[in-house]
C-alpha cells in the first residue's frame, strides 16, 4: 500500500516537473518570436533610414557636378552594401521632380523602403534600376539656346558600354572622360554596344533622324545636341520622355524671364527685338509632349540665339 502512495506521488511530481518545463519551453519560444519580431522592425527602420540618407547624400555629390562647365565631368559614388537605385521621374507642376528611391542588400535580402528623396532641380538620365556598389555620374550643360540645366547620366561600374563607329568628336569625349565603363570600339562579348551606322546593336543611334533606337523603342533628341543623344543612350523611354517634359517646362519659364529682362533693358534704349520669338518658344516648350516634337522646339531656339548674338545689349 505505500509503495503504492510512494508511486503516485511519484509520478505526480514528474508530471508537474514536465509542466513546469512544458511552460518554460513555451515562454521562451514566444519570447525569442516577440525578440525576432523587434530586432526585423528596428533593423527595417534602420535601414529605412540608412537609404534616405544615402539618397540624400548621393543627391549632395552630385551638386559638385553643377558647375557650369561647357565640358562634360565625371566622379563615382560608392555605397558600402550592393545597392539598387531606383529613378523616378515626376513631370507635375511646374519643373516637376526628380525622385531617388533606394534598395539595399541586407543579411542576403534586398530591403524595399518607401522613402522618396525629391530634387526639383536635378535630371538624372539612367536606366529605371541600376544595380552594384559603384557608380559612375557624367554630367554635361543642356542650353536651349541659353543654359538651361546640368544634366547628368547614371551608370553602374558592372555594365561596361562601347560606342562602335562613333563620330571622332563623340569618340574623343568618352576617351576624355576617362571612365572605366565607357569605352571606344573593340568592344567586348558582353559590352552593351552602341552602334552609329548599319549595324544593328542593342544600343542604335541614327543622325540622320535624330533618334536613339532602344529596347525596341525609339526616342529622338535635337539636332546635333549631343547632351540629349547621351540622355537617349543612358535611360529608359519612360525616364526620358518625362525628363524631357521637365527640361521643355525649364525652358518655357525661362523664355519667359528673359522676355521680361528684355522689356526692362529696351526701356533703357537698348534694343534686342526677341521678347516675340522667346514668347514663341516658351509657348512650343510648354505644349511639347513627346520628344519627337523636340526639332519644331529647336528651330526656334536657334533663331533666337542667332538674334541674340547679332543684338546690341546680348541678354544672355
Request: with cysteine; net charge neutral; aromatic share 10%.
Given at each position: ?5 510512494d ?9 508537474e516537473?514536465?509542466?513546469g518545463?512544458?511552460f518554460?519551453i ?10 525576432i519580431?523587434?530586432?526585423?522592425r ?14 540624400k ?8 557636378l ?31 521632380k ?11 535580402k534586398?530591403i524595399?523602403?518607401d522613402?522618396?528623396?525629391?530634387f526639383?532641380?536635378k ?11 559603384k ?54 562579348v ?20 535624330n ?81 519627337n ?24
Amino acid at each position: 500500500m505505500l509503495q503504492s502512495l510512494d508511486k503516485m506521488k511519484s509520478k505526480k511530481g514528474a508530471l508537474e516537473i514536465s509542466f513546469g518545463w512544458l511552460f518554460a519551453i513555451v515562454a521562451g519560444i514566444v519570447i525569442i518570436f516577440i525578440a525576432i519580431y523587434i530586432s526585423s522592425r528596428l533593423i527595417g527602420t534602420q535601414q529605412t533610414s540608412i537609404s534616405a540618407q544615402t539618397g540624400k547624400q548621393i543627391g549632395i555629390l552630385l551638386d559638385p557636378l553643377e558647375t557650369g562647365f561647357e565640358s562634360a565631368q565625371t566622379t563615382s559614388i560608392t555605397i558600402p552594401s550592393d545597392t539598387r537605385i531606383n529613378n523616378i521621374c515626376d513631370s507635375a507642376g511646374t519643373f516637376g521632380k526628380q525622385i531617388i528611391n533606394l534598395e539595399q542588400k541586407s543579411f542576403g535580402k534586398w530591403i524595399k523602403t518607401d522613402v522618396n528623396v525629391g530634387f526639383q532641380n536635378k535630371y538624372i538620365f539612367s536606366d529605371g534600376q541600376i544595380e552594384g556598389k559603384k557608380f559612375y555620374v557624367f554630367s554635361k550643360p543642356f542650353s536651349f539656346p541659353f543654359k538651361i540645366a546640368d544634366l547628368m547620366y547614371i551608370t553602374s561600374s558592372d555594365k561596361r558600354y562601347c560606342f562602335s563607329n562613333a563620330p571622332n568628336e563623340i569618340n574623343q569625349e568618352i576617351s576624355t572622360l576617362n571612365q572605366s565603363n565607357l569605352v571606344v570600339d573593340n568592344c567586348a562579348v558582353n559590352d552593351v554596344k552602341i552602334c552609329f551606322g548599319k549595324e544593328n546593336c542593342e544600343i542604335n543611334v541614327d543622325f540622320s533622324s535624330n533618334s536613339v533606337e532602344k529596347n525596341g523603342t525609339k526616342v529622338y533628341f535635337a539636332g546635333d545636341d549631343r547632351t540629349l543623344m547621351y540622355a537617349a543612350i543612358f535611360s529608359n523611354k519612360t525616364i526620358y520622355e518625362c525628363q524631357i517634359k521637365r527640361l521643355m517646362s525649364r525652358v518655357g519659364e525661362i523664355s519667359s524671364l528673359y522676355a521680361s529682362k528684355e522689356l526692362l533693358i529696351n526701356g533703357k534704349g537698348c534694343q534686342n527685338d526677341i521678347g516675340s520669338n522667346l514668347g514663341e518658344l516658351s509657348g512650343l516648350a510648354n505644349e511639347l509632349n513627346k520628344s519627337n516634337e523636340l526639332e519644331i522646339v529647336k528651330i526656334e531656339a536657334d533663331m533666337i540665339n542667332q538674334k541674340n548674338n547679332a543684338g546690341v545689349c546680348q541678354l544672355w
